[in-house]
């Protein structure tokens, strides 16, 4: 790898990690911003509010931005970052949310598919 390529995955990965962080602490912070958002089947097959729904995606994609931060489970936590952007953009439909989410669940892939970086806690435990 050249000097520079070396920071392409890190890059990546922090600029999702980024991503998830602010979409996930704008929901658990003021879920009723985002509950319009929330499509009426989850409210009627779980019984829970819109509210409530975001707020427990939001806290999703806390918890999993900080894990993939970390490094920690890259593989499984990308995989599963992508599933649920992919989810997202197939709800969405075919607009311009739909389509960036789709693209940010194939930027997403690529690092399951690569695993862990030289900065991931999972490469420095020799897990990734």
Known sequence: ?????????????????????????????????????????????TGLSAETIVFLNGSFEV???????????????AVLLSLHLLFIAYEVGYNDVGVRDFTLAIATISIALFGADQFSLDRKWNRG
């Open 63 to 77: 918890v999993f931005g900080a894990l993939l931060a970390l490094g920690l489970f890259t593989r499984v936590v």
């Open 1 to 45: 790898m050249s000097d520079l390529s070396r920071f392409a995955l890190p890059l990546l990965r922090f600029g999702l990690v980024a991503l998830f962080l602010w979409f996930g602490i704008s929901q658990v912070l003021d879920p009723a911003a985002w509950s319009a958002w929330v499509p009426q089947w989850p409210t009627d097959l």
